[in-house]
C-alpha cells in the first residue's frame, strides 16, 4: 500500500518478560514504571498484560540456592508479577493501619536491613510491642514466622499486625473497607483473584511480594566453593595446566573471589563459624538458620520472662525459646535477640562465648566457647563482610491515588 511503512520499519514489539525470574535481581520490585500516583489507567494497562498474570518460575541467587529445597509457596497462592507488585504497593502504604500512619515497612524498612534500628517495634500512636522486629527477606525459605512461630505461613503473618491494637490498630474488616473505596486497589484484587478484595487475598498479595526479598550472594558464596575445590583437589593443583577444564572452573573461582573480597580476619571467622565457636549447629544451611526454637537465656533473669514458644506450643522444653534468625545480612538490622537486647554485633558474640545465661530450658547447644579477643573479631569480620550482599533493587513510593 502506497505510503505504508514497510515490515522492516515496524518498531520491534517490547520483549515479554520470561515466566523464570532468579529472585534479588531485576525489576521485580521496583513498581510500575512512572511517577507519582498510579492511576487508574496506569494499573489497566499493567493488568491487560497476560505475562503480569503468569506463574513464576522462581530461582534463588547464589549462596541461598542451597536453601532451594525449603521453598515454600502454597498452591493456592502462586507467584505472579501483577500479585507481587500489589503486595508491594500494600507493605508500603500506611493506609493499611487504623490511622493511617504505619505501613509494613514501619517495622521491616528496607533502609534498616527490613527490619527496625529500634528495641522493640513501634506501631500506631507510637506504641511499644515487646519484640524486636523481625527481618522480613528470605522468607520463601521458611513456614512458620514471628520469633515464637504462631503464623504457620507467611499470609497469616502478613495479616497478623493490621488487628493488633499495638502494632497498625486496625481491624481485618476495617482494612478491606478502606482498601475497597480505593479504586486502584479494588481494580487490582478483581484483576488478580477470583473472589477480589477480601482480608485473605490481602495477606496472599503482601507474602508474594514478601517471598521475593531475598539476599544476593555475599562474599562467603564465591569464597566457600574455591576452599571447597582446593581442599578437593590439594594433591592435584600443581598439575592443573594438563587439566584445561579443571584448570579454567579453579582460575574462574579465583576471579569470583578476587571481585568479592573478604578480608582474612573474616576468613578466619568463617571457619570459626563452622568450627569452634559451633554457630552453626543453629545458624544451619544455605540461609544460616535451622528454623526451629532454641532457649538462649536471653531475658530469662527478668521477674516475668517472655516465655516464646512456649505460649504456642505449651511444651515444657519451648520454655523462653525463640526461632533462629538468618545470619545473612544481619549486620544491616541492629539490634539482635528477640527483645532488642545486644545492641551490637559484638555484644551477640560476648553473649555467645559465655554460654548465655543459665536457665533450666537453656539449649544444650548454647555453651560457653571460650575465645580469645581476636576470635571474636574475626567473628564478627565474618558476619559484616562475609555474609552481606545486596538486597533488591525496590521502590517503596507509588500506590494506587
Known sequence: MLGAT????????????????????????????????????????????????????????????????????????????????????????????????????????????????????VGVRQQEGGRNSPVSYNRIVSKAQFWDGRAATLEEQAVGPIANPIEMGNTHSGCVECLSGIAGYKLQFDAIFEDGLNIDNVGKAIASFERAIVTGPAPYDYYAPLVRFEETFADDLEYLDEEPELKKQYDALKKAVAEHPMSESAKRGMKLTFGKANCTACHAGGNFTDEQYHNLGVGMAAEKPDLGRFEVSKDEKDRGAFKTPTMRNVAASPPYMHDGSQKTLEEVVEWYDRGGHPNPWLSDKVKPLKLTEQEKADLVAFMVEGLTGDFPPILQTRFPE
Open 6 to 121: 514497510s515490515w522492516a520499519e515496524q518498531p520491534a514489539p517490547a520483549a515479554t518478560p520470561s515466566n523464570e525470574v532468579t529472585l534479588g535481581t531485576g525489576t521485580l520490585l521496583t513498581g510500575i514504571p512512572g511517577e507519582g500516583d498510579l492511576t487508574e489507567a496506569e494499573l489497566k494497562l499493567w493488568l491487560a498484560k497476560p505475562e503480569n498474570h503468569a506463574e513464576l518460575k522462581i530461582k534463588l541467587p547464589l549462596g541461598l540456592d542451597a536453601a532451594s529445597a525449603n521453598v515454600f509457596i502454597p498452591e493456592d497462592n502462586p507467584m505472579t508479577r501483577a500479585k507481587i507488585e500489589l503486595g508491594r504497593q500494600l507493605y508500603f502504604d500506611p493506609r493499611l493501619s487504623s490511622d493511617s500512619t504505619v505501613s509494613c515497612a514501619s517495622c521491616h524498612d528496607p533502609d534498616q536491613g527490613y527490619a527496625a534500628n529500634t528495641q522493640f517495634g
